[in-house]
């Protein structure tokens, strides 16, 4: 894609902040990424593809694709932009469309992967953001608080289908916070602009470290399952910020993610719901699974679990 001549509130007055690169990317993206634990690279998809993934994502929300739990039923009264708008996020949407699926596949995320994660490479989760005019963000947190590899291979590849700024809740990251590979304290918070997920805390890093990725649509931000990240609220007036995320890792690794169905141990507990993005995956032998189900995303207006007795 050759981008418009969009500029963001956030960017430099000439040019592309750091770490920002062109898709196909090789060996400087590659270094940046390692050093801050983040990586942006612009035209991965084209307007065509982003269209295609939006009118999915209405059909998705409708529920035409498949039962999604949680899903706010709606009528084929309702305009495609109220249905998509009462929800936050779906969890697990390639478990009900196969165009969510091939989106994991798409040769432009493969060439990131292999750059960053290695040759061999499966993706175990995808979520499908929304995230209207008036909904909340996620608090600060890494990705390896809810997925651990056991290599900290974890990498989140998230598309932005729409462009993503300062208003509507872009992405925020604390560069080089991946490097400790340490796993932070978490706790319950009552910050209504984040959503229900708990919170990040005590780690050696002030917001002020912090830096905002406002993105055109069709780039996708890469990070590290270390990396502390996180999104403020969309509070722009109207429109959203929909983004297709997908977490993968490498291939080489267990995953011991769920509790084991069988009381096996956890030093061999493999989550086999997996697919295999490119190169071998050492433990096919075990074969697959269909464990997931598609869900939707608290988000939290309603009040959050406390995890504490009432
Ligand atoms: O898109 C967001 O607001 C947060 C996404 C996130 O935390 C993730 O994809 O890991
Ligand atoms: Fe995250």
Sequence with gaps: MSGGVRRFESWPATGRPAGYFSSPVGEDASRFYKDNGFLVVEGCFDPVELEALKAET?????????????????????????????????????????VMRDQIVHPSLVNILRTVIGPDVKCMQQMLFV?????????????????????????????????????????????????????????????????????????????????????????????????????????SSTGYRRALVNHYMSASSLLPWLWPEKPTGMAWHDHRDIILVCGSDPYAYMGTQDIMKPHVRPDGQGGCYTGEEE
């Design 131 to 235: 995230k209207s005019a008036g909904k909340p963000g996620q608090a600060w947190h890494q990705d390896e608080d809810y997925i651990p590899t056991r290599d900290r291979s974890l990498t989140g590849a998230w598309l932005a289908m729409d462009d993503a700024t300062l208003e509507n809740g872009c992405l925020w990251v604390i560069p080089g916070s991946h490097r400790t590979g340490v796993l932070w304290p978490m706790k319950f918070h009552n910050d209504r602009r984040f959503d229900c997920a708990w919170e990040s805390y005590d780690f050696p890093y002030s917001d002020q470290d912090a830096v905002p990725v406002e993105v055109r649509a069709g780039t996708v931000v890469v990070f590290n399952g270390y990396l502390l990240h996180r999104s403020m609220p969309n509070v």
């Design 58 to 98: 209405v059909r998705i929300c409708r529920g035409e694709r498949g039962e999604i739990s949680g899903l706010e039923p709606s009528s084929s009264e309702e305009s495609d932009d109220d249905v998509i708008r009462k929800t936050l996020c779906i969890h697990f949407p390639d478990k009900v469309s196969e």
